[in-house]
């Protein structure tokens, strides 16, 4: 089901533009059928002018069906299921320079702190293919958070990366990107608004049929700025 919902999304653009096309082919006939309905003079062609209108006017109402089924799958039925999700978002400006602000380590009084020991290990990641380079797992963060990594499989279709509070299994899409990115900006978090914590961040990555890579996955603290 979800492969099948990433279908519609990656490919919503161009289903779009096949069904217009049929549209208009659809439109046309009915249009031609039509001109013929009203200048038929004898029954027999008038049944069967009146059999192309209907069957035109049966394709155009089933193209708008499709049309409005797939508008309703990709952005109501899909943002409803956790891990499926695929945000639209703002184009990236790659020229910008977002600040990534690493905190020291420095515990509030009474605070205790995870060591090393006890910081999970970053889960999923592959050198040259899913990655995340910044920030690290184990980094302290605030503000806006430029994220730096791989994001280049095979067949790529795009990745997109989400945050959840640890031990969590609804993840929060943050933003998508729909080209391959090595060793480069993925894009911009912005945790101001997010209750200082510790959150789980992984990079998630498609293929062009929808196939979903294993997400490259770690552990920082949101802390909050001074």
Do not use: H
């Not at 899913?130 to 797992?137: E, G, V």
């Not at 209750?195 to 998630?204: C, V």
Request: aromatic letters at 8%.
């Amino acid at each position: 089901m979800e492969q099948a919902l990433q279908f519609f999304r990656v490919y919503e653009v161009w289903i779009y533009v096949v069904l217009s096309i049929l549209a208009v082919w659809q439109l046309r006939k009915f249009a031609l059928a039509w001109n013929e309905l009203r200048g038929a003079l004898y029954g027999m062609e008038r049944e069967a002018a009146q059999a192309r209108l209907n069957q035109a006017a049966t394709m155009l109402v089933l193209m708008i069906i499709m049309a409005v089924s797939t508008f309703t799958l990709v952005t109501i039925v899909l943002p409803s299921m956790p891990g499926a999700t695929v945000l639209p978002t703002a184009t990236l400006d790659l020229l910008a320079t977002p600040t990534t602000t690493l905190v020291p380590a420095t515990p509030e009084e009474g605070a205790s702190t995870a060591t090393p020991s006890e910081l999970p290990a970053a889960e999923g990641c592959t050198p040259g293919q899913i990655n995340l380079n910044a920030p690290l797992n184990g980094d302290q963060v605030t503000g806006m958070i430029t994220l730096r990594g791989t994001a280049n499989i095979p067949n790529f279709g795009f990745y997109t990366y989400e945050i959840a509070r640890p031990g969590e299994t609804v993840w929060l899409p943050v933003q998508v990107g729909r080209q391959p990115v090595v060793n480069d900006v993925l894009g911009v978090w912005d945790t101001v608004a997010l209750e200082p914590g510790d959150y789980m961040l992984r990079l998630l990555v498609t293929d062009n049929v929808g196939n979903a890579m294993t997400p490259c996955a770690i552990q920082v603290r949101v802390v909050a700025a001074p």
